[in-house]
């Protein structure tokens, strides 16, 4: 198996530190955001992009967690179904800016998904999304509107994210799962 | 660590994206591993959130059809899987067979033959005989849902009073579980012991000897976790819950009690009794509730009461358990 870190915990930092500026710029109206984390990872970035802009502007931005399983498009054809997890978003939606945030963006089907639940939750005044990775091979016609980094990747290829909060530490890296077998 | 800990342990973290689940039908609960009642506890939990958003309406089974076969009436059961299933966007379809093609066997496996011709994916099924369900999954390409067959088991009923308490508590594990009644005629009963003993819950069985399970004798059984205590008082000292059944009336004169006077002497649950539990302690009726006879009216809603909660969450567990049953791909039909 071939492994290449392709962001330290170092780079990590900066770039979502430099996300977070990006969405205070966009953004003149701090107080009309949410950020939403799609599960899994997608909680812990939303999260420290919250404290990021709490840092520096002083505006507690509310965060809220969407599990986006069963708007899945592929259920009916998986064998076995995701385990469904609990969404909770603190506040109304409606009327409000969500930043839709999540680890890698791919094929755009979670994004997909996640833009559904959001809106059988309620109207929000518009639906940004913001991801770690941007890593190609779209599926459906959605971009990102704040990128962390830009990784082209192939399809056979894995982008791996692993944060803190969930793997114990900060670091992006993509193998090739072909390589494996002489494991 | 052992291989069901290390199920469990998978189960429990966030990795995990997929669910560990191979029952095709639900027939009973006699058969779930821990991680299986954790699944749907935990699966519930999720559904119970969409149950407080405006638009309680998610598209996990779409396409999807499911058919309520219910040969013996009900209200909550069958309403419950009904919105379950529309929450999840199947399509359902009610079915009330005509009293004169009941009982047979045959008659059941024709019915399903035919539900089965017009591509329902499930079939939700209460009947009056005992392992019914298991004689309709022998003959099904569809996924079988007992809904209730005759003493022997109600699934789905034990694992909403499972979650109810669990949302409640925050455990299951430990806790005293008092089932104050006729255990002996009540398949709620029969499923609770089950689901609440798997989890590792203390079940103590309340009530005239002559209404316990035959199987369960008062001096000697060979089922851990469950304790007799034919003394209401005793019984309730320090429970955690209080799951009062509901006295079928035609029991009067089976010769199993004296009467209904004597019945309410020693095992209605009134506020006086009920006191001996727990100040926390969380009360439970599967309804319908029959006023006055084996519960004080007043205790119906009182602040301890859950019945209303337990009707709410009965539509989030078998959402739950619909997606878990057949949100996949079902290859077969």
């Known amino acids: 198996m071939t492994t290449k870190i392709v962001l330290t915990s170092e780079d990590i930092r900066r770039t979502l530190g430099r996300m977070s500026h990006e969405i205070i710029e966009h953004n003149r109206d701090l107080a009309n955001l949410v950020m939403v984390g799609m599960r899994t990872r997608g909680v812990p970035i939303a999260h420290r992009l919250a404290e990021n802009i709490k840092r520096y502007e002083g505006t507690a931005i509310p965060v809220g967690v969407l599990d986006f399983s069963l708007y899945r498009d592929d ?109 | 660590m052992s291989n069901m800990e290390k199920e469990r342990s998978e189960l429990l973290t966030e990795e995990s994206e997929q669910i560990n689940w191979t029952k095709k039908h639900l027939l009973d609960i006699d058969d779930f591993s821990k991680a299986e009642f954790d699944l749907v506890l935990k699966t519930a939990s999720a559904m119970k959130e969409i149950l407080s958003r405006p638009i309680k309406k998610v598209p996990a089974l779409r396409g999807k059809t499911i058919a309520t076969l219910f040969y013996e009436p009900s209200t909550r059961t069958r309403g419950s899987f009904e919105l379950a299933a529309k929450n999840l966007s199947a399509d359902v379809i009610n079915l009330t067979p005509a009293s004169s093609s009941i009982v047979k066997g045959e008659s059941l496996i024709d019915t399903l033959h035919t539900l089965q011709a017009m591509g329902v994916n499930a079939v939700v099924i209460r009947h009056s005989m005992a392992g019914a369900p298991y004689l309709a999954a022998k003959h099904a390409r569809a996924s079988i849902i007992n809904a209730g067959d005759g003493w022997h088991a109600h699934p789905t009923q034990a694992l909403l009073d499972m979650y109810t308490v669990y949302e409640q508590k925050k455990r299951l594990k430990d806790l005293k579980v008092v089932i104050l009644g006729d255990s002996r005629h009540s398949r709620v009963a029969r499923s609770n012991i089950l689901g609440f003993t798997g989890v590792g819950a203390k079940v103590t069985l309340c009530g005239p000897l002559t209404l316990l399970p035959p199987s369960i004798n008062y001096k000697y059984h060979p089922y851990p976790g469950i304790e007799i205590e034919p003394d209401i008082q005793k019984a309730l000292n320090g429970a955690d819950v209080v799951m009062v059944l509901r006295l079928q009336k035609e029991r009067q004169h089976s010769g199993l009690m004296p009467d209904i006077r004597e019945y309410k002497n020693h095992y209605q649950l009134n506020r006086q009794r009920f006191a001996l539990a727990k100040p926390d302690a969380m009360l439970m009726h599967p309804g319908p509730v029959n006023e006055n006879v084996e519960i004080e009216p007043e205790l119906i809603r009182c602040p301890a009461s859950v019945i209303d909660r337990q009707v709410a969450n009965g539509i989030a567990v078998r959402m739950a358990l619909l997606y878990l049953v057949i949100g996949g791909k079902n290859d077969e039909i």
Request: proline share 6%; glycine share 8%.
């Open chain 1, 75 to 183: 259920l009916a054809s998986r064998n076995i179904q995701p385990v469904v997890k609990s969404t909770s978003i603190p506040v109304s939606i409606d009327g409000k800016v969500v930043i839709l945030v999540d680890d890698v963006l791919y094929t755009g089907r979670s994004a997909r998904s996640a833009m559904d639940a959001l809106i059988d939750m309620g109207r929000p005044s518009s639906i940004k999304l913001a991801v770690m990775i941007d890593r190609g091979h779209r599926e459906l016609p959605i971009r990102a509107d704040y990128v962390g980094k830009n990784i082209p990747s192939s399809r056979n290829e894995d982008v791996r994210v692993q944060l803190i909060e969930t793997d114990g530490v900060d670091e992006v890296s993509i193998y090739n799962p072909g390589g494996a077998q002489g494991e």
